[in-house]
């Protein structure tokens, strides 16, 4: 079965909503889409910390800002492009890997 999104909406500065064609509504946060970013630098990023787990990541004045969606726009049928408040655009989140990240809620 192919779920698409049939909602897509804001919950506060922190989060959003997505209502999907199975009627289930997940909530997700800023945060955890911009640390989940598919793209193979971000994926890089995240294996190398991995390896290194010792090594506290430098934060950029930029990273600490608190991390924000910008724009989501719709990739073909299949995904969402997510641009973020620092810039970073590359990623493209299928809704195959959106219904596996945030929670389900009510
Ligand atoms: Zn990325």
């Given at each position: 079965?192919?779920?698409?999104?049939?909602?897509?909406?804001?919950?506060?500065?922190?989060?959003?909503?997505?209502?999907?064609?199975?009627?289930?509504?997940?909530?997700?946060?800023?945060?955890?889409?911009?640390?989940?970013?598919?793209?193979?630098?971000?994926?890089?990023?995240?294996?190398?910390?991995?390896?290194?787990p010792?090594?506290?990541?430098?934060?950029?004045?930029?990273?600490?800002?608190?991390?924000?969606?910008?724009?989501?726009?719709?990739?073909?049928?299949?995904?969402?492009?997510i641009?973020?408040?620092?810039?970073?655009n590359?990623?493209?989140?299928?809704?195959?890997?959106?219904?596996?990240?945030g929670t389900?809620?009510?």
């Amino acid at each position: 079965m192919d779920l698409t999104p049939t909602e897509l909406k804001l919950i506060d500065e922190k989060s959003l909503l997505i209502g999907w064609s199975d009627g289930q509504h997940r909530r997700y946060t800023f945060a955890e889409l911009r640390k989940s970013c598919p793209c193979v630098t971000c994926r890089n990023e995240r294996k190398a910390s991995e390896a290194e787990p010792l090594k506290l990541p430098v934060l950029s004045p930029v990273e600490l800002q608190p991390i924000k969606v910008e724009k989501m726009s719709l990739a073909g049928n299949y995904a969402y492009r997510i641009t973020f408040n620092d810039g970073h655009n590359t990623g493209l989140f299928t809704f195959e890997l959106l219904r596996e990240l945030g929670t389900v809620v009510d």
